[in-house]
């Protein structure tokens, strides 16, 4: 290791324990991911879409921030995100299931719509970008705080910045260029994370648009913008701790484009056969975050084989725990149904 | 009580509740150094400055949204959009979003935002900028939706709307912004969202209306009142979604006649709903066919002024629908 | 004449129009290679290539925007848009836009473009892949909105559509994509854009209804006059823009009875604008209440299974609707 | 003159009569634009919005296509850019005061709303950048067409490019985005034009976006971007012929940047004062297009002061035709509110 570690690469400060966590966080999300495939196969679950292959950039980017209470509006494919929160592979199998009590909505939502209050977790739909300029919104809202003194600029236990998430394609949608025209105006304490993975379901990057990088974007904005390995865990670490910083510090927004693999079809309903070789494929899974990060810290010493069966061996039993649990948890009441959909006058809100 | 007009008792409400509540701040287009393209925020931005009163870029659904976040966030923000007809950009943040967060989230993520729009016609405004849309909205469970006809509920309705922790739609009929006057309680008071008014008690005929048009039928229940001796029974619905329906059956249960009136166009708008709870759960009290009156089902209000009026609802127009029915 | 399933059948008309016409062209999300998420155009890639079956960037208001400046330029955009949750983004387009264009010019540029939509629920879609969205569309003067039921009225409606001069919205039942089949004629015809279909004679009571809920009042009504001897008239009413309201009140008239079916939440959904013209137009023939079995007055259909299930009509809530009814 | 003329500087090949035909544009649109503030401040008419001070963009830019053929989907400030079409002050007119035959729309839309199927002109809404994706699509039909041999790519009698013109606060809506983004991924003969006149109503261009300049966006599309000085005629028609034979050859889309003031309040309904200062305009008046164009023409001996006061005089005399026929024509009869809600079936369509 560096000696001397750069300001710019933070990573190299990470402790063992830290780096052993980030491998956990993306094994766990690929084990869990994985359960989720089987029980489709086996007719279980109706429905599932996948993180696969992207573990790399949302484990990087959760551990780079105030896990639990910036606020993250997440998409789809952010399992590993959220288990970084704080969501466990037992909520998800709630939701793959639609049980009684599912943490993010009650089993309303179809799965991978997460949301719990208790993390700064918020509760997005399945309409793509919505949720950027909702979250230039969160991010407003902090700077308005701090302006008007509701809260302290130090004030550790608040959320002092805002990250989104969302995939390539979604950067056409009119949401997303107003999110970030706000986001610049404003100087606002959002991180944008663009997880390009060069399709949108079937339509890859060149349909969806004439540039060769979604970072580009930033220059329509007045927002920082930077292209980043996503299927490098630290690499992205170290582009969201920059991002973090700046956000922090009040100097404006980031937009961050992470490259990265979706390994699986687009969803549970998809068949990518028609539409991307196999070969094509097979070259991607050589981009494996979790493989090479493993390779990383065997090479380097931090984690061991034998640390790396047990992280196995444990992931194993939480998902087998966590399916066993949902599969066997009753359904939500149907009278259910009539619930929250006002809050009731009076109700207390806002964190 | 001093009067006021509409548009003042709006503002007034803005002020108080922007004193009260640090929570509160205002964005859209021109709210800031302009006070609003109808001066609704005339004053604020000199008082509260450019952080509470926050010109927006040009661009509707980033200011619904930015609300959104906000209002997840604590924020009490209040949304201008500068006329109803362009609302419609935003209708995907509204519909699927601020309308479906607290559900969708099982009651862990609500919403409390008021967007504030002036709706309607008769001012020469043309296709666009002459729109009434709260039908649409009123379609969509986890809205609220308000329309105040007078300045006292204008007033009240607005510290109500920015107090609830839902999201809350106000139309606000611009015709009416400096035409409607009338009195404003002195000191804190609110209005609740909910409840139809009375406008008029009568036993004859029942007539249902919000907005602009409330004033119209008033007009035109006094003119029937004093040339043919009908009495009608006119309610103000002010909140049309939550739906009251209980106020609109006990009036159809004294007089077992009903005349809808509002100036959207006629198929699906607002009175489609009234008429049909009306039809089910008032059946028994039936005396004549439900009657709606309302705007010609056309694309929009044209703004050539014969071509207006030939789209609007006017005292004339009501009168006679009134005189028709009665005689049913 | 083969039997087809009603995804076979939409596919069949856009290949028929395709080969037809060199003017007609597909957009939208994964329309090409991938033939659609639902499989409406599969083959068609192959077919026609990617110049006639062009795949949108992910962005709904400039799917319809393009259609529209392609359909003032004269050609005949089909616009798919992957599911109808997703016609919001695309709401300002449709609405102040296609549907006022032939209006504001008087008539000098007329949008011909088609826009289709799977809708509904039932799919285990939860909030965002379950929504009925035709209430918002029908409101609006300008537009065309279609809801087939069959296949043979899927193609036919669909081939008029492409061939109207103005902008036709096809909501298509999805969870009746590959369930519902039925003959489709061999040749070329296509079924007109304004009549409704009585699916079923009766006396008893009429029973309206539009895309998969007219089967599920089909076998209700089988049921009911199995097991009741209760006759129902079951109306398809197929174009639920502009309102055919011949057919809706010359059946009532012989009924005197009214239940509308629609699976859209019940506040101010399509079945408010049947019961208003049949409370006002049918009222000296009204025998009961006219009656609305619709979805629940939630935010949107929630997924889990039985919460779907509490949400949705099927048929045994209808047959039980129709019996309360008869017996009034 | 230069001997020979720079490819890049077309408009040094423009003969005395297209400039004078320019100038002659500039000044009708100037006294039409004029006539109208009187006749608001008489109380004749309800509202008017004006195009003082952008008409060198909008004349450079109508110079520069082939007119009444290529489409053009023009904003509310376009006044000069139709007149250029061939609107005349009479159809203007009679918008303004709503009277029946009106070109546009039969007076159904308020004045500045243009449309006119003969030349190309299409309708748009008051609703801003709606007519951008429009165009987008306009121009997709073109490209459509020579693909699928429906039109020849030489065919001169057929549309060859789509312009639309549009405010710099206006790009600030998704509508923009989404239909830029089309151009861009399609190589569309499409010309934005961005009348940027640093306020939207009352919005300041730096509360609006964060960049220096709107051309900026251009690279977040893949399209060509340019900033022109929007006060000087020549200029702007230089930037519009390159971005025209871009469009021509199937080069794809350009985007012009025109910088230029707006001269009066935002529309008859405001009062600029709240928010600008009477200096601030009064050297915005110093850009006045007009004033400086003829200095040009005067100046290379082009047009002679003689032939100035004839053009003034003339136009003069159009303004009053017109106005005094529209104040006296009769309106549209009410019963046409149900005219045109839907095409006839059959009816054809699409040129
Ligand atoms: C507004 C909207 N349109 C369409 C869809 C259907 N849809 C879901 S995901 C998706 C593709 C998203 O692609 P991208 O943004 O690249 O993210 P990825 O799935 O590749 O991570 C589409 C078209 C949707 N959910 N929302
Ligand atoms: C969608 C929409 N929102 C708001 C308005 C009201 N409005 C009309 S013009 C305008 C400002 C436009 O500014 P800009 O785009 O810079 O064009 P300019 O008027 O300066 O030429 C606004 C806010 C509108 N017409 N459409
Ligand atoms: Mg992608
Ligand atoms: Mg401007």
Redesign the pocket.
Known sequence: MNATPALDTPSQLLSPEALKEMYWLMLLARRTDERAWVLHRQGKIAFHISGMGHEAVQVGAACAIHRGVDYVHPYYRDLALVLALGVTPRDFMFSLFGKRGELSSGARQMPSHWSARKYNLVSSSSVVATQVPQAAGLAFAIKYKRDHGLIQADDFSQPRCAITCLGEGSTSQGEWHEGMNWAGVHDLPLICIVQNNNYAISVPFEKQMNIRSVADRANAYGVHGITVNGSDVLAMYDAMKAAVHRAYRGEGATLIEAKCHRLTPHSSDDDDRTYRSREELEEAKRFDPIMSFAQVLLGRGVMSTAEQQEFEAKAMEIVNTAHREAESAPYPDEHTIYDHIYAPINHESGR | MPEMTLIDALREGMDEELARDPRVFITG??VGKRGGVFRATMGLFEKYGEGRLVDSP?A?LSIVAIGIGAALAGLRPICEI??AD?IH?AFNQIVNEAAKFYYRSAGQWNVPMVIRAPYGGGIGGGLYHSQSVEAFFCHVPGLKVVIPSTPADAKGLLKSAVRDPNPVLIFEPKKGYRSIKGDVPTGEYTTPIGPARIAREGSDLSVYAYGMMVHYCEKAAEQVAREDGIQCEVIDLRTLLPVDKETILQSFKKTGKALIVYEDNLTLGYGSEVSAILSDEGFNYMDAPIKRLAGADVPAVPFSHPLQEAFMINPEKIAHAIRELAAY
């Open positions: 287009e021109d040009l509707e500068q006329f362009f950009p």
